[in-house]
Each structure stands twice: as structure tokens, then as C-alpha cells.
């Protein structure tokens, strides 16, 4: 399949047309009004810096189901301990820009480029984008953040300078979500940490029949 390249206009090809590898269009910005169509199609940005804007639909899709989740024991030991404040939409900002600094294994720098950060505030400013973040002795030591659209919710990335305090943010983040009726988390690439809370694959049509759903 060809890589489709984006002019002005506020469209997207459609997602089953992309590379094997996900890769569906490159171009195009990070508008309020394109990331949000980009996310209702089942697409989404990921680029690294000095890179043009790449768009992606991958499959199979990995998503979590809220009434899936699974909670190990020592997990839910670190909970029941409340070894960490959790809170929501407190502090997205410094949330994005730590998920953007914090140095993980295999990867050398980041794909939450400045351009990424600014587009991301916005849509948090708008309502649209949302953080976790988990607390200790007043620190920030780990959280997340992702995009709410009907009864959707895209995971975008998270972060933990201690042990376990991005796992609580995930767990408050699907119960809360559970009670709102949520249909699923899009977790978007398949980790084994996302696996081992509970989080499957499915493929795209699969994938694009649920958004479809949520969305209404």
C-alpha cells in the first residue's frame, strides 16, 4: 500500500489502506480538529523529532476492556497501602513533559516533540485530553495522559521515576473509567507491562467496529 501524503485539508485515507507496519499518511498538523478526526478514524501521530508528522493505524490494535483488568496481588497490595496519592487532570502538563524526558530502555530519545507537547496542552485546555498522576511525599513520580472521546479512551503514554506509581495511575485511571461506562482503553502497540494488566489484541476491523460503537 502506498503512504498517502496530506495537504490541507481536514481528511484522512481510510485506516485498512495502511502499511503492514501501521504507517498510513504523513503531513499534515497537529490542529485541535485534525488530531480529534485522526483519533474517531482510529488513527493517531507518532513521529520523532526531525521527522515529518507520521500517522498511524496499526494491527492488530491492543486495547483493554475496564471490566478485564487485572490486578496482581503485590499490585494490589501497593493500593491497598496507598503508597501513592493519585489524582486526575492536576498536573497535565508536567505529566506530557515527564513522559517526554524519561529515559526508557531500547529508545533513544522521544517521539513527544515540543510540537507533540503544545498540540497535546491544547486539547487538554479544550477538554479533550487528560492526566493521571501519582503522588508521593508531595512528588510527582508517575502518571499518564490520553485523549477521552465518547466512550473511548486513547492511552497515549506514561512514566514512573518509582517503582509501581505508573501501574496505580493506570489501575484508578480504569476503575474510574469502568464506573463511567467506558467501553475500552486504546492502548494503540502491544507491550508485555499492558498485557500483564489485562490488555488484548484485536485487529483493526475489530478494532474499528468498536471505536464506531463508542463513538456514538
Given at each position: 500500500?502506498?503512504?498517502?501524503?496530506?495537504?490541507?485539508d481536514?481528511?484522512f485515507?481510510?485506516?485498512?489502506?495502511?502499511?503492514e507496519?501501521?504507517?498510513?499518511?504523513?503531513?499534515g498538523?497537529?490542529?485541535?480538529?485534525?488530531?480529534?478526526?485522526?483519533y474517531?478514524m482510529?488513527i493517531?501521530?507518532?513521529?520523532?523529532e526531525?521527522?515529518?508528522?507520521?500517522?498511524w493505524?496499526?494491527?492488530?490494535?491492543?486495547?483493554?476492556?475496564?471490566e478485564?483488568?487485572?490486578?496482581?496481588?503485590?499490585?494490589?497490595?501497593?493500593?491497598?497501602k496507598?503508597?501513592?496519592?493519585?489524582?486526575?487532570?492536576?498536573?497535565?502538563?508536567?505529566?506530557?513533559r515527564?513522559?517526554?524526558?524519561?529515559?526508557?530502555?531500547?529508545?533513544?530519545?522521544?517521539?513527544?516533540?515540543?510540537?507533540?507537547?503544545?498540540?497535546?496542552?491544547?486539547?487538554?485546555?479544550?477538554?479533550?485530553?487528560?492526566?493521571?498522576?501519582?503522588?508521593?511525599?508531595?512528588?510527582?513520580v508517575?502518571?499518564?495522559?490520553?485523549i477521552?472521546?465518547?466512550?473511548?479512551?486513547?492511552?497515549?503514554?506514561?512514566?514512573?521515576?518509582?517503582?509501581?506509581?505508573s501501574?496505580?495511575?493506570?489501575?484508578?485511571?480504569?476503575?474510574?473509567?469502568?464506573?463511567?461506562?467506558?467501553?475500552?482503553?486504546?492502548?494503540?502497540?502491544?507491550?508485555?507491562?499492558?498485557?500483564?494488566?489485562?490488555?488484548?489484541?484485536?485487529?483493526?476491523?475489530?478494532?474499528?467496529?468498536?471505536?464506531?460503537k463508542?463513538?456514538k
Amino acid at each position: 500500500m502506498p503512504v498517502f501524503r496530506l495537504t490541507e485539508d481536514l481528511l484522512f485515507p481510510p485506516p485498512a489502506l495502511a502499511e503492514e507496519d501501521g504507517l498510513l499518511a504523513v503531513g499534515g498538523d497537529l490542529s485541535k480538529d485534525r488530531i480529534l478526526l485522526a483519533y474517531s478514524m482510529g488513527i493517531f501521530p507518532w513521529y520523532s523529532e526531525g521527522s515529518p508528522i507520521l500517522w498511524w493505524s496499526p494491527d492488530p490494535r491492543l486495547v483493554l476492556i475496564p471490566e478485564e483488568l487485572k490486578v496482581s496481588r503485590s499490585l494490589g497490595q501497593v493500593i491497598k497501602k496507598e503508597v501513592f496519592i493519585v489524582t486526575m487532570d492536576t498536573a497535565f502538563d508536567r505529566v506530557i513533559r515527564s513522559c517526554a524526558e524519561i529515559n526508557r530502555k531500547g529508545q533513544q530519545g522521544t517521539w513527544i516533540t515540543e510540537e507533540m507537547v503544545g498540540a497535546y496542552i491544547a486539547l487538554h485546555c479544550a477538554g479533550y485530553a487528560h492526566s493521571v498522576e501519582s503522588w508521593q511525599n508531595g512528588e510527582l513520580v508517575g502518571g499518564l495522559y490520553g485523549i477521552a472521546l465518547g466512550k473511548a479512551f486513547f492511552g497515549e503514554s506514561m512514566f514512573a521515576i518509582k517503582s509501581n506509581a505508573s501501574k496505580v495511575a493506570f489501575v484508578t485511571l480504569v476503575k474510574y473509567l469502568k464506573k463511567l461506562n467506558v467501553s475500552f482503553i486504546d492502548c494503540q502497540v502491544t507491550t508485555e507491562h499492558l498485557k500483564s494488566l489485562g490488555a488484548k489484541e484485536v485487529g483493526r476491523i475489530e478494532f474499528l467496529k468498536m471505536l464506531k460503537k463508542a463513538l456514538k
